[in-house]
């Protein structure tokens, strides 16, 4: 064994090319993705990235912790040892890393400035990230899914793709407050339904139920894990024909309810269905005793879509009861701003409310405008997120379940494709520089896939689901019906 260990490191040590004499360049390494000033969880996969400044023959880095440690790798890109970064993050827990990058061209080395990365004292808490992923068009779904990353390493899974079922649309899911043991997505297309994963029972409900008017969409769960609320949209594409505009989504139609899993009842209310207005993405306080949603004045579409402004309200919630409030109250007014608000999440510790504040409309992933507020919900104070956001779209966004990070999805890469960032909140509001989320060797990935990332969220544990058999039973259009009450 020891005649073995010995070799591994005398061939590992002869591929290292030794950085002897390097010019000093007074500039940082221009590198992908930009890490350089991020704040990171210690429980995050190696922050490895590419050189991008020119052609180079290899790239060396050392990494050396505040409180003690040091890694060090050398090749086409920065590529780190899982266990090792791990070590160090750990280490270094509420301290900073330094990173050293030379660069060899032509048989010469280049020393560039040092940049430094903070690890966070706040954990995350997370095993990882559900999302979906699919092409930046509109024709048609092509190869498609709802997909889960292990946060610690590059480890991807599909939850399941529509592969198994042509034509199908996966879309719209969500765990209880992370907790994957309660799931819920919604299947659009010919065998369209929406399911409820509930401690490992499935269940395939009607998608479409005439007293409600169309689909349950955009589900958000009850704290209790007893209630899941949703809307119900009648919604329709538009195509530009003008220059950095593409698509616009509107509803001809939308109205929110609360569904009880035991019972199959659709919770509905005359404040939450009017004619008047279109009632969208509904979402529970975390004490459960609020429904937020956001609302907008029904116009004629598509003729008056950039009259589509919808501001933040809320309605009182009885989760003993499963009744609702007497009133609606405007929290956000963004019309006054003539802005249009949408995707409100609140923070699991009450705090806060994040949005997506942008021109008009809803479906912020196609507004380059589109940006991330954020609404104290203590103070009644909201500001504009810029410590987050880009000159391109920055869209969905939701929190870890301990309020300290949060992910989102955005286009400033090329304007064209949606990555998944993330970013920390300290306990007075200070908001982190964010980080794209972390590829084994992240030029290439992103370089060679052809699908955006968007509806991201956190999940405490691995999602447990049974694929090949809820392909089946989604072909056997086999629905469980619901009663509204």
């Not at 993705?33 to 290899?58: C, K, W």
């Not at 890469?413 to 200070?430: P, Q």
């Amino acid at each position: 064994m020891g005649g073995v260990s010995f070799l591994v490191l005398l061939l590992l040590t002869a591929c290292t090319h030794k950085v002897e004499n390097p010019t000093a360049v007074n500039e940082l390494p221009k590198i992908y993705p930009d890490y350089a000033g991020v704040t990171i969880p210690v429980e995050i996969a190696p922050l490895n990235f590419n050189y991008i400044g020119g052609e180079a023959d290899r790239i060396d880095v050392v990494v050396k912790g505040s409180k003690g440690g040091e890694l060090h790798t050398q090749g086409e890109y920065a590529d780190f040892d899982i266990d090792d970064w791990h070590r160090m993050t750990e280490q270094n827990k509420g301290g900073t890393l330094t990173f050293t990058v030379c660069v060899e061209q032509d048989g010469k080395w280049l020393q560039y400035k040092d940049f430094t990365v903070n690890i966070s004292p706040y954990a995350l808490d997370e095993w990882g990230l559900t999302y979906r992923r699919i092409a930046p068009g509109y024709e048609v779904f092509s190869k498609m899914g709802l997909y889960q990353r292990d946060l610690t390493n590059f480890d991807e899974f599909a939850i399941i793709e529509n592969t198994q079922v042509p034509g199908m649309c996966v879309n719209c899911h969500t765990a209880q407050q992370t907790n994957p043991d309660k799931f819920v997505f919604h299947v659009r297309g010919d065998h369209g339904a929406t399911m409820f994963q509930i401690d490992g029972k499935r269940e395939w409900l009607k998608a479409n139920n005439d007293q409600l008017g169309g689909s349950m969409v955009y589900p958000y769960w009850h704290p209790s894990g007893k209630y899941c609320a949703f809307s119900t949209n009648q919604t329709r594409q538009g195509f530009h024909v003008v220059p950095n505009e593409r698509i616009e989504v509107f509803d001809l139609s939308s109205d929110v309810f609360v569904y009880n899993p035991e019972t199959h009842e659709v919770l509905t209310d005359s404040l939450l269905s009017t004619k008047e207005w279109s009632e969208n993405s509904p979402v529970f306080s975390p004490d459960g005793h609020t429904l937020y949603y956001m609302t907008c004045h029904q116009m004629e579409y598509p003729a008056h879509y950039k009259e589509e402004k919808y501001n933040l309200c809320k309605i009182a919630f009885d989760p003993e009861t499963g009744k609702f409030g007497e009133r609606v109250d405007t929290l956000f007014n963004a019309v006054a701003m003539g802005k249009s608000l949408t995707w409100p999440r609140p923070s699991y510790d009450g705090r806060y409310m994040m949005f997506t504040l942008m021109d008009y409309g809803y479906f912020s992933i196609w507004h380059e405008e589109s940006d991330q507020w954020l609404l104290d919900l203590q103070t009644g104070e909201a500001r504009e997120m810029k410590e987050v956001n880009s000159p391109k779209a920055d869209s969905y966004h939701n929190w870890s379940l301990n309020s300290h990070w949060f992910v989102f999805t955005s286009r400033r890469d090329d304007g064209y494709y949606s990555r998944l960032y993330l970013a920390s909140i300290d306990e007075k509001g200070n908001i982190s520089k964010p980080f794209m989320l972390p590829q084994r060797n992240p030029q290439e990935y992103y370089g060679e896939s052809i699908y955006s990332f968007n509806t991201p969220d956190f999940t405490k544990k691995k999602v447990e689901f049974d694929a090949y058999n809820a392909g089946q039973e989604i072909l056997s259009d086999k629905r469980v019906a619901t009663k509204v009450r």
